[in-house]
């Protein structure tokens, strides 16, 4: 089984930060790109940010560019997010999610529909 495991999140305030993990199982993502996805309450899923396979390349939703940092490590099957300066507006369940296959697509294509497997998901709460 596939599985994507998420963990990190938590409560802080306002200019805070708070790094989120993601540890894959059941299949090597080394040669996968691996993207982040967020969903607030009542809004739809967005793209956050993602990474290319060999880890040289990142895309980042405009909102978090300059704050947040999205890594990988391939020997741990792990893609990470660092969250520094945090608004409330970050707010939202925070999802590691990797393609069906590495032919799909690259880091600049932010469509979650591109995405195959999905972790369960991890709380962040940014108080003002």
């Known amino acids: 089984q596939v599985q994507l495991v998420e963990s990190g999140g938590g409560r802080v305030q306002a200019g805070d930060s708070l790094r989120l993990s993601c540890a894959a199982s059941?299949?090597?993502?080394?040669?996968?790109?691996m993207g982040w996805f967020r969903q607030a309450p009542g809004k739809e899923r967005e793209f956050v940010a993602a990474?290319?396979?060999?880890?040289?390349?990142?895309n980042y939703i405009d909102s978090v560019k300059g704050r947040f940092t999205i890594t990988r490590d391939n020997a741990k099957n792990t893609v990470s997010l660092q969250m520094n300066s945090l608004k409330p507006e970050d707010t939202a369940v925070y999802y590691c999610a990797a393609p069906k296959t590495q032919y799909s697509g690259s880091v600049y294509d932010t469509n979650d529909w591109e995405y195959t497997y999905w972790g369960q998901g991890t709380q962040v709460t940014v108080s003002s």
């Open positions: 990474i290319s396979w060999i880890g040289g390349r990142s």
């Open positions: 059941g299949r090597s993502f080394r040669n996968y790109k």
